[in-house]
């Protein structure tokens, strides 16, 4: 709990790092990048507005990885035939229908925000993680 910056009150819940051993089992086939992994397991297991349950970085265990969910949307879509959802990993909810992702499509990891209404965008996955946190932080 803590005060924002117009003076609301703000409830978010952080948990407790992770052992790199804990991981769930639908996440360890994954090459995280070093800094994000270092964040779940040194800092905290990831944190969120309580009564949303969004704005701020899943724990490992509610992280998705797309093909888990059906979007509907995918027809509609022009994704490289490469493109697969079994290989993105949505870990933040922006909690207006966009998810903050890691997109393992590619040799190196990126950013992707995936949305459930429009095509997804690629993006700097640390800059978009800066600018929601304090979204969630200054304007919910």
Sequence with gaps: MFQNPRGEVLHYLGHAPVAS??????LQGFAWPDRFALFYTQLHNGWYEVVSHAVGLLPLAETMVLSELEWGLLDELDLP???SLANVVSVFS????????????????????WWDDEAPDVVDFWDLLDEWS???????
């Design 21 to 26: 051993t804990h991981l769930p089992a639908t």
């Design 81 to 83: 035939s490469s493109f």
């Design 94 to 113: 922006s909690g207006a229908g966009g998810y903050l992702c890691w997109d393992f499509n590619q040799a190196v990891p990126a950013g992707l925000v």
């Design 134 to 140: 304090t979204m969630g932080i200054q304007d919910y």
